[in-house]
């Protein structure tokens, strides 16, 4: 026993060491103590997490070298997943460390002793633990480069109010702050913060910082000249040899873009010397052709050798699209055109690479009004490309009016090269055929040679622009099968989409898209017939000549050598024409190329089926251009050759002028008062409405919304054929509406034998609204909300978009949560949910703690502002999934009245850190009920304790609502402590030796 008396000894000096240095007090030795175990504890390990998930993010990352890159790799979308794992460890240590290691109790002052300012300044901190603005900072970066901008946020601007009295750590923490507000896309907030500190001289440990923040500010506001001198700081602060290289990128970039060509390709070629990654070597390499003096030929002569290199087969797109640019800035047109599509088949990769040049090459195109080309160029950029990009508004523009444009310009130049070789001798005719099977063969050759290639090459090979005379199937189709999947062959998807949209129309990608409307019986089709005539084909009629395109049958049966033919020739070309000639002149404006086609009409097929619409819009067209000369002879024309047309009309209505300018007004308001006398129930009103809209707006945007309340009015007077005579007409004209399948609702039910009755609707009452009304099965009538509280449940605030500030709303939340509960993490989350927002906060582990929120968030009168127009809710994740389909918000009001509102909730914190407890274990297990007591007992003896109230409400006018934080508990009183006072940081001049690891204001470097 003599020898574990030392040992004894030591053991219980241990132990009442560390409970001296526990965390609510506030001596030197619980200062050293909690400082040391957060560095070499929580700390240490989360910054290990930190630099791993850093060191993934660098190696894994891929910058888009066609656009001007971020100076953080957190600005690349596709590396944001990057290191997650790594960061979130990282935030998780560091909330961990803040819950055990931060000292915010005051330290106990001799009131006898004079104090200095120094004093005065470290009497004034809120947090005394030396290490913990290194913990707050590493969070803040974590959730920075998680992408969590919104989190990061919070972090930061917590961190400058608890360290607003430490202007080395405040005035980082600021610097991160704005980096994270510029990051988010809240320019506004980042000047803010910009102009606060332009004020103050930067403090010299936080120099680097805001060299960094300055220089990504500028970059994302385009002033590029600003930047320089900023980002060349930062790369002298780099320490990393891959992110420096990729400053030295990003620098080139900005002389570029400010035409210092030569300071260009020096920033470029300290790219190429530090050894980077290849890629990123590499397109430094395409950027310094781009910017070096020289004469194009050689550069160009450059460029094709790095295409034979071997290395460079990944990057050949990238390398033709440089050689196009070269042509292009000597204005040779033809051979950019050529370099670009060279680029486009030999490309291996289909990244953004790619989709920038087809992007370049249908512009090309689109300016040369070779529409089939730009089309096919967009339609597989647009897949490549990211929604962020300032042009991609356009091209989706272009795209969707060429998805209508193309098939009847394709027609027209079709039927006139058919035409042609009609009207040609039988010998050249055979000739021109020949060369196309020449031609068909020697593309297939050259695809079994190399199936890989051509099975990426397939969408720019699809459509031959010198033999665009036959729709010549392409062929090679199990080799392309075998070299890729069936998506990832862009000409296999093409002609299957082309098939689909000749049997199908054009459909959403959505469950049940054979039927336009989903409730509405399928009006009948020549579908199913022809699909059975394609099924019986015979196997003699597959090995027909005129089915093979290696035969000059095949071609011969597409030209129009006799009468019959040439009239169903001249059909087709003269729809072409009509319907491109109105898409001209409406959705691309342009006159020239409508006039042109209309006038052709009109001349060549004056017996056409709409020729009283091409007088209309010629009538139009000149009329747009102010030449009333010419609008008046086809007006004219209109009324003499077509006096009962709906056009002519139209244009003889004494009101057509006021419609023309104001229209789209004066039926806007004539529906709004219509659905207001609607839900009034003046029925007339709403019936004389509908026919004064039939009569004036027949083609109007409201007219299925007055379709549908005139059927609804004239149920409610009792005519029932008329409203369902209404909901029909509603179904046959507006198929696509969104009251169509409303309407298919009521019809349907008729049919099945429901008797129709008046009743008041209101379609704005989205608070009763579910989607499976109609459905009366067992299964979903044996759903039912769910009782449990002891289960996930939800915070929620539901609202119509435009009724509340959503970022503000969101960025109050957020800021709300990280300053209250410090040691809980909820997730916010916005959906969109049947027209409605939903505003989502998650996390609490029952309904308990979801109601404390409640109250708690009810209180801060500046959030209840912005949540006027919203309805808050209280459910369980399980009965959340119910909302809207099952059941309406009304119905689950009810419930949670019924159910939920009468329960007794605890009167813990259980949002905030549990109060210290010093109850000794008893004999044998407490029950639940015991162990509440006791707490609640304890609660009641702690007079700063807030308790929390068990009812809702609202915040006094200039009271300071509860927040949730965690109060300071009483403690018997210290010995008094003399605490050291802080130096003063001398003039901010960066001194000459480095910075001692153990010093406070050390940080992790590097990353």
Request: hydrophobic content about 35%.
């Amino acid at each position: 026993m003599k020898h574990f008396a030392p040992y004894s000894i030591i053991l219980c000096l241990v132990v009442t060491m560390l409970c001296c240095c526990s965390t609510p007090q506030n001596t030197a030795r619980t200062r050293w103590w909690q400082a040391f175990n957060t560095r070499y504890n929580v700390y240490y390990n989360g910054s290990m997490a930190y630099i791993d998930g850093a060191l993934e993010r660098e190696k894994s990352n891929k910058d888009n070298f066609t656009e001007m890159l971020p100076l953080y790799t957190i600005g690349n979308k596709t590396s944001r997943g990057l290191g997650q794992a790594g960061f979130e460890k990282a935030i998780e240590k560091c909330e961990k460390a803040i819950k055990l290691h931060s000292i915010r109790r005051h330290p106990v002052w001799d009131k006898d002793r004079k104090k200095t300012a120094e004093d005065i300044e470290w009497l004034n901190r809120k947090e005394y633990n030396p290490f913990m603005w290194k913990v707050w900072l590493l969070m803040g970066r974590a959730q920075f480069h998680e992408g969590k901008f919104e989190d990061a946020i919070s972090t930061f601007a917590y961190m400058s109010r608890l360290y607003a009295t430490q202007p080395a750590i405040y005035q980082r923490a600021q610097a991160w702050l704005a980096k994270s507000y510029i990051e988010a896309g809240w320019q506004y907030e980042a000047e803010d913060v910009l102009r606060n500190m332009q004020r103050d001289s930067i403090y010299w440990t936080a120099k680097k910082e805001w060299d960094y923040t300055y220089a990504d500010y500028f970059i994302h506001i385009g002033d590029y000249h600003k930047a320089i001198p900023y980002l060349q700081r930062v790369i002298s602060h780099e320490m990393r040899r891959i992110q420096k290289a990729r400053e030295w990128f990003l620098l080139g970039q900005l002389f570029n873009e400010t035409g210092q060509k030569a300071e260009a390709y020096k920033a470029f070629q300290h790219v190429v010397r530090l050894n980077p990654p290849y890629d990123l070597a590499f397109n430094a390499r395409i950027a310094m052709t781009e910017v070096v003096d020289g004469k194009p030929k050689q550069l160009i002569a450059k460029l094709r050798h790095m295409a034979s290199s071997d290395n460079n087969k990944e990057y050949l797109d990238q390398v033709y699209y440089a050689i196009g640019n070269l042509f292009l800035s000597q204005n040779d047109t033809l051979h950019a055109i050529g370099a670009y599509e060279k680029g486009s088949e030999l490309s291996t990769r289909n990244g953004i690479e790619k989709g920038v040049l087809l992007l370049k090459l249908g512009d090309l195109y689109w300016q040369r009004n070779k529409f089939g080309d730009a089309k096919r160029c967009y339609d597989v950029a647009i897949g490549l490309l990211d929604k962020d990009r300032k042009d991609y508004q356009q091209l989706a523009e272009r795209q969707q009016v060429l998805e209508q444009l193309v098939p009847y310009t394709d027609a027209v130049e079709l039927q006139d090269s058919l035409q042609l070789l009609a009207k040609m001798s039988e010998y050249d005719r055979n000739v021109a055929i020949d060369r196309v099977i020449l031609a068909l063969k020697h593309k297939e050759k050259k695809a079994q040679n190399d199936v890989s290639s051509i099975a990426n090459a397939g969408e720019m090979t699809a459509q031959n622009p010198t033999n665009a005379t036959f729709n010549t199937p392409t062929s090679a189709d199990n080799n392309n099968q075998q070299a890729t999947w069936y998506f990832y062959n862009p000409m296999t998807v093409a002609r299957g989409k082309e098939m689909f949209q000749r049997r199908w129309g054009k459909r959403d990608n959505i469950d049940n898209w054979q039927r336009i409307n989903k409730t509405v019986v399928a009006l009948p089709t020549n579908d199913t017939a022809d699909s059975l005539e394609q099924r019986n084909e015979t196997p003699q009629k597959v090995n027909d000549p005129a089915s093979d395109p290696h035969q000059r049958e095949y071609y011969l049966r597409q030209i129009p050598l006799t009468s019959a033919q040439l009239a169903a020739s001249n059909k087709v070309l003269a729809d072409g024409l009509f319907h491109s000639g109105i898409i001209f002149k409406d959705q691309l404006d342009n006159l020239n190329l409508s006039e042109k086609a209309l006038l052709r009409l009109i001349q060549h097929y004056p017996n056409f089926a709409h020729i009283d619409e091409a007088f209309y819009h010629l009538y139009l067209l000149y009329a747009r251009r102010n030449d009333f000369t010419h609008a008046e002879e086809y007006l004219t024309r209109l009324r003499r050759e077509c006096p009962k047309s709906q056009w002519t009309a139209l244009l003889n209505d004494p009101y057509y002028q006021e419609n023309a300018r104001f229209g789209k007004h004066i039926e806007d308001s004539l529906y709004a008062a219509s659905y207001t006398a609607f839900n009034e129930s003046r029925y007339h009103e709403v019936l004389a409405n509908a026919q004064l809209s039939a009569k004036r707006f027949p083609k109007g945007a409201n007219r299925d919304k007055f379709l549908f309340l005139s059927a609804l009015s004239k149920l409610n007077d009792g005519d029932a054929k008329g409203c369902l005579q209404d909901l029909n007409t509603l179904l046959s004209t507006h198929p696509e509406s969104r009251l169509g399948e409303m309407a298919g609702m009521i019809i349907n039910g008729v049919k099945a034998g429901k008797t129709l009755h008046g009743a008041k609707f209101d379609m704005t009452n989205v608070w009763k609204r579910r989607s499976e009304v109609l459905n009366d099965s067992d299964s979903i009538q044996s759903v039912k909300f769910n009782t449990e509280r002891n289960v996930g449940f939800v915070y929620m605030l539901v609202y119509h978009p435009d009724s509340v500030n959503e970022h503000q709303l969101l960025f109050a939340l957020a800021k709300y949560n990280f300053t209250s509960y410090l040691v809980r993490n909820f997730d916010i989350q916005i959906e969109d949910a049947q027209g409605m927002h939903r505003i989502m906060v998650k996390g609490f582990q029952n309904y308990d703690e979801a109601l404390q929120y409640a109250r708690q968030l009810h209180r801060q009168q500046s959030i209840m502002q912005l949540t006027k127009r919203a309805r808050p809710f209280i459910i369980s994740e399980q009965n959340m999934e119910l909302l809207g389909r099952q059941y309406s918000y009304d119905d689950y009001s009810l419930f949670y009245q019924k159910h939920f509102a009468p329960l007794r909730i605890s009167t813990l914190q259980l949002l905030t850190e549990p109060v210290p407890s010093t109850i000794k274990a008893p004999e044998k297990p407490q029950t639940a009920e015991e162990i509440d007591r006791e707490l609640d007992r304890i609660i009641q003896q702690d007079k700063d304790v807030y308790p929390i109230d068990t009812v809702i409400t609202p915040a006094v006018k200039g009271q300071n609502a509860g927040q949730g934080q965690p109060q300071k508990q009483p403690t018997k009183p210290e010995k008094p402590h003399k605490p050291t006072p802080v130096k003063k940081p001398a003039t901010p001049v960066k001194p000459v030796k480095p910075l001692d690891l153990d010093d406070e204001y050390y940080d992790l470097d590097g990353f």
